[in-house]
């Protein structure tokens, strides 16, 4: 029962602290009176009292002052792990278990519970049927209502009533105002209201008492270091004694598990030397890498064999030697790893430790290598400005007689991605470009595995319809690259499997000027033009760098594929179709018109279209990808130039805005109305 009075006190101390926060009012003085005249006015309303701090408060503040140790955050968990009690002691550990074969040690005793939070007091004692709704005092706090959420809202209390209104004066000749109401007076903070009650309750029949030892507490340990102990809950008790452990299982004798499924650990068996094959992902039961298999030599007293001679492994060579380094670690490098049907598994001949050779135990297990093989398809090409999609694949093969397999994708590491190597002429893979230190321009390309892409920077061909901030353009030279193929884990870097061509982009033409005809209004009063006709600008188009994301030349080299991409014809160039749209979207309605009653074309940029809307969005089609050409699809590099047909401030003409500002160098679109 003391539990629950401290508890209750407690949630009582923090309600009145968050209470304090509910706006206050006061009586006004009377005005004086007058001689039957008008009414006077209502004096002005006293300012609000300030607020006091809450028990949280003032520990962020006693926190800032460091006045109090805690070397946690400052947030209201935070505060609540602070108020927690102290962990119980452990219990004492249990007896060791009888000697079974490799038994596992015997588990610790449990921790001791932790001291309850105010929170978790106030949630057992709302479970309890203890607690009162303060804002509907007849009623219980509901059982259900018990989340953190629910606690801070409890401790707001219920609203104070507003103050009563200022007695007006009675009628006289214009009678004075009343005065200006006095200032509210401060909250009293938590730790205030502890200190008021620790003194009231002192020598009463219910004094404040030490929640650890149930002691009255002293008057003279009234600071806010005090309040901060008194508000911590008492010790978690000791925990129980562990039960004796049981007699420990055998454990794994290192055969491996199939590819794909989790690894065990292997058990090592003192008495004789243990060489272990360590995984390279052990949720995968993998040990291969780029380098080979990893392993550890453990002497016959168990620890670690630095400079251990290994010699005579299963699946290798009789007379096959290997040394441990400093860590007790060798590695079987990929190229002297078995590759069989048969699982390489057992003892190693001889291991030297110390000078004394002898046999391991039966738990060496050596993988077989993978062989590997890297292949790109025919269908490359670029579908956005700069994703070269297509299919690459990359399979193993674990044993002769298994099927060859797509590399599994857990594998693949972060560091995925294309090494790409400058090169001056694509028919000699090591024309590499040198910078002016001597060493190889690179540029590492990323890439995606699973969905077969890699992504190149093509290079911008300058124009007018650059924006200002773009400073970096193509120098005119072609850009072949010598490509790596890096798979990170395994089977690591592929090299010289592509050389790739990397043509420079330009950006999409844009709309150079509109006559629009008959305007007109929908049912629902929206504007619209029976028709209009314009005009693409193609001025600083480089008709000779225009590249289709489907004409490309495949062919093979020494170690991969190459892949270039030749430039449009002049005839492919001429007959290039262009898409003018006009979109609307207001107010919930779509409204998509496409130039197609005259379409333009590289040759005949003009256009006409039918019904647009004003409010339309107005611009060439950007899509990337080959539907923005009817005939050849070109990779552009999106048009932002765009802009909104709509009415120009006068009210009666017309014209198209855009981020004039992002692109000095562009001139306004020409809009001419005609009826």
């Known amino acids: 029962m003391k539990l629950k009075r401290i508890s209750i006190y407690l ?4 309600s009145l602290s968050l209470a304090s926060c509910s706006k206050i009012s006061f009586d006004l003085p009377k005005g004086e009176q007058g001689i039957q005249g008008v009414q006077g006015e209502r004096g002005e309303q006293g300012r609000d009292g300030r607020n006091g701090l809450s028990a949280y ?3 962020k503040e006693a926190l800032k002052n460091r006045s109090i140790e805690w070397r946690g955050g400052n947030s209201v968990a935070d505060f609540f792990l602070y108020l927690k009690g102290r962990d119980g002691k452990n219990g004492v550990n249990g007896k060791d278990g009888k000697d079974g074969r490799n038994g596992r040690d015997g588990a610790d005793g449990s921790i001791g519970t932790n001291g309850l939070s105010a929170y978790e007091l106030w949630k057992q004692q709302v479970g309890q049927g203890l607690i009162y709704n303060p804002k509907k005092p007849s009623q219980l706090w509901a059982k259900s209502q018990v989340s953190e959420a629910d606690f801070w809202h ?13 007695i007006n004066g009675k009628n006289g000749k214009d009678g004075v105002n009343g005065s200006k109401g006095k200032d509210g007076a401060n909250g009293l903070s938590a730790y205030e209201l502890w200190k008021q009650e620790l003194v009231a309750r002192y020598k009463g ?4 008492r030490d929640p650890k030892t149930g002691e009255v507490w002293s008057l003279k340990e009234d600071s806010l270091d005090d309040f901060f102990r008194y508000l911590r809950g008492r010790d978690g008790k000791d925990g129980k004694d562990g039960k004796d452990g049981k007699d420990g299982k055998k454990g794994a004798d290192g055969r491996p598990t199939p590819p794909g499924t989790k690894g065990e650990d292997v058990i090592i068996i003192e008495g004789k030397p243990n060489v272990i094959a360590q995984y390279s992902i052990q949720s995968r039961s993998e040990y291969i890498t780029p380098k080979g298999v990893l392993y550890k030599v453990y002497g016959k007293d168990g620890e670690l064999a630095p400079k251990a001679i290994v010699k005579g492994l299963p699946g290798l060579e009789p007379n096959k030697t290997y040394t441990a380094n400093d860590k007790g670690e060798f590695v079987i490098p990929m190229a002297d790893l078995p590759f069989s049907d048969k699982i390489s598994f057992g003892c190693v001949k001889s291991v030297t430790v110390n000078g004394e050779s002898l046999a391991s ?14 292949s790109i398809n025919n269908s490359m090409k670029f579908v956005y400005s700069d994703i070269l999609k ?10 002769p007689q298994k099927e060859w397999e797509r590399m599994p994708v857990y594998f693949q590491t972060s560091e995925t991605r294309l090494n790409a190597y400058l090169i001056s002429d694509h028919r000699n893979p090591h024309s590499f470009v040198l910078d002016e230190k001597g060493n190889k321009i690179v540029k590492h ?3 995606d595995y699973n969905g077969s892409y890699v992504v190149p920077s093509r290079p911008l061909i300058k124009s007018k319809r650059v924006p200002k901030d773009i400073t970096k353009f193509w120098d005119g030279k072609p850009k072949y690259y010598l490509c790596d193929f890096n798979f990170g884990s395994f089977p690591g870097l592929i090299k010289e499997a592509l050389i790739l061509e990397v043509p420079p982009i330009q950006y999409a033409p844009r709309i150079k000027s509109l006559v629009v005809k008959s305007l007109k209004k929908t049912e629902t009063g929206i504007h619209y033009f029976e028709s209009l006709r314009g005009e693409v600008d193609t001025s600083d188009i480089d008709f000779k760098r225009l590249y289709s994301v489907y004409k490309r030349d495949f062919s093979n080299f020494a170690t991969g594929q190459k892949i270039l ?21 207001e107010g919930g309605i779509t409204h998509d018109v496409q130039a197609l009653a005259k379409q333009a074309t590289m040759a005949d940029p003009t256009f006409k279209a039918l019904l647009p809307y004003v409010g339309s969005y107005s611009h060439v089609d950007f899509n990337w990808s080959s539907s923005s050409g009817l005939v050849y699809g070109v990779a552009w590099e999106p048009d932002r130039t765009g802009g909104t047909l709509k009415y120009a401030p006068n009210g009666r003409d017309f014209l198209v805005t855009f981020q004039q500002n992002k692109f000095p160098n562009l001139k306004p679109v020409s809009v001419t109305y005609e009826d």
């Open 205 to 208: 029949k219910d004094p404040i």
């Open 565 to 585: 991409f030749p430039p449009l014809t002049d005839e492919e160039v001429k007959n290039y179709k262009l898409k003018v749209y006009f979109n609307f979207r």
């Open 361 to 374: 135990a039966e738990n060496t297990y050596v993988p077989n290598k993978f062989l590997y093989k890297f």
């Open 445 to 447: 390309f990323s890439m």
């Open 57 to 59: 408060e003032l520990w």
């Open 154 to 166: 409890f401790l707001m209390g219920a609203k104070g009533q507003d103050g009563r209104d200022g």
């Open 11 to 14: 949630l009582t101390c923090l």
């Open 390 to 399: 297509g299919s690459y694949d990359l399979k193993i093969k674990r044993s």
